[in-house]
């Protein structure tokens, strides 16, 4: 076979073979792989087919190059190999190096003789020569092989002054850390960013020390108000008792708590009130405050002279369901009726409190649906 013709591959030979049987089962015949398609799905594979199979010719002519490549590197190391050639690696081979530019010919330039001088030099066997750009500015040098360095220029590393940047401050970058280790919310990030500004105008103000100093005050803080306790109930069903944890605080300390308090103490309201408006024939009643309703007026009608109604509205919510560990239950909140609107429904002193939580009975495939099964939830 003639050097440059190229051999076909056996590919093309198979598939041709293919592609020349003849067949009358409807289906056409790809030309490039001679696979047999639907007429409506041929043209999308005869345009896959065709880049297949030239994706595979230049893969055929990137390994003919490969190997060519290959071959002239070995003919090269033969060529500098230590004292096989009195040839050094400036002198001219006949590899191909040249790259042309605006600039000139990258190819390598000879040197000068062994025994002859490089700008005043006397030059070496194995000097190595360095060349620059012409756009540089710079002159060539010629280094003896062992103080010849590459890479590295022997100046010390510049040390970043500021490495917390973008960040104006490290403490800046160290309260951000903080924020993104504790995976603080916008709201949180922001009150906490408050109450460190407000340190800053006074010093003062901040006496915390540490995690300890922390718990130690919240520790005291909670002998301040009423404590929760845990215990446990019994409810019988289906003639076994099941047991269910209960966690709450006592309604009665709680409201000796709110008594207690200086800041309350004007606003409660212990004596029954009626509110009627005139609609210009008689007086219609109406409620705007619990101690306005029928219910507190009959309590306080059925006290001993001198007794007082202490009112509380409880409910729980069974949108929220709280954790305890292992242990869930929808927190009971209560609210003192004896204070105003806007004291009772706000959030601050005087406001609702959580005074325990509902066990959650557990759902039972068996009894799931059963009327005596959901009876047995709400007695729970």
Not at 75 to 86: C, D, I, M, R, T
Not at 130 to 147: M, N, Q
Not at 217 to 234: D, G, M, Q, R, Y
Request: hydrophobic share 35%; with cysteine; proline share 6%.
């Amino acid at each position: 076979m003639p050097k440059d013709k190229q051999k076909v591959p056996s590919v093309y030979l198979h598939t041709e073979s293919i592609a020349l049987d003849n067949h009358d089962d409807g289906l056409k015949a790809c030309p490039s792989c001679g696979g047999r398609f639907k007429p409506m799905g041929l043209p999308r594979h005869k345009a896959t087919c065709i880049k297949r199979m030239a994706d595979l010719a230049q893969d055929l002519q990137l390994d003919k190059q490969l190997r060519k490549e290959k071959k002239e590197a070995k003919k090269l190391e033969k060529q500098f190999a230590v004292g096989s050639s009195s040839k050094h690696v400036w002198e001219n081979t006949d590899t191909n190096f040249d790259v042309e530019d605006n600039y000139g010919s990258s190819r390598f330039h000879d040197a000068p003789p062994v025994g002859l001088n490089f700008m005043g030099e006397s030059l070496q066997i194995d000097d190595i020569k360095t060349e620059y750009h012409p756009t540089s500015g710079r002159t060539a040098k010629v280094d003896h092989f062992s103080d010849f360095k590459r890479g590295f220029s022997g100046k010390a590393r510049i040390k970043n002054s500021c490495p917390w940047q973008p960040f104006k401050s490290r403490v800046d970058f160290e309260f951000a850390e903080v924020a993104l280790e504790a995976a603080l919310n916008k709201d949180q990030i922001n009150r906490l960013v408050k109450v460190i500004h407000q340190s800053i105008q006074d010093p003062g103000s901040f006496t915390l020390k540490d995690q300890s100093d922390l718990y130690e005050t919240w520790k005291i803080a909670s002998h301040a108000l009423t404590p929760f306790e845990k215990t446990v109930i019994n409810v019988p069903y289906q003639g076994k008792d099941h047991s269910f944890d209960v966690h709450f605080r006592s309604l009665w300390d709680w409201a000796l708590d709110l008594l207690g308090n200086p800041h309350l103490s004007e606003h409660f309201v212990f004596d029954a009130e009626r509110l009627s408006k005139f609609n210009g024939d008689n007086f219609v009643q109406f409620i705007d405050e619990p101690w306005t309703a029928g219910d507190f007026w009959d309590i306080q009608s059925r006290l001993p002279d001198g007794g007082k109604p202490l009112c509380f509205i409880l409910y729980a919510d069974k949108t929220i369901l709280s954790s305890f560990g292992t242990v869930k239950g929808y927190p009971v909140i209560a609210r003192c009726a004896n204070l105003p609107t806007d004291i009772r429904n706000g959030t601050g002193v005087g406001g609702g409190r959580v005074v325990g939580w509902l066990p959650v009975v557990p759902e039972d495939e068996e009894h799931k649906g059963k009327k005596s099964f959901a009876n047995f939830k709400n007695v729970v």
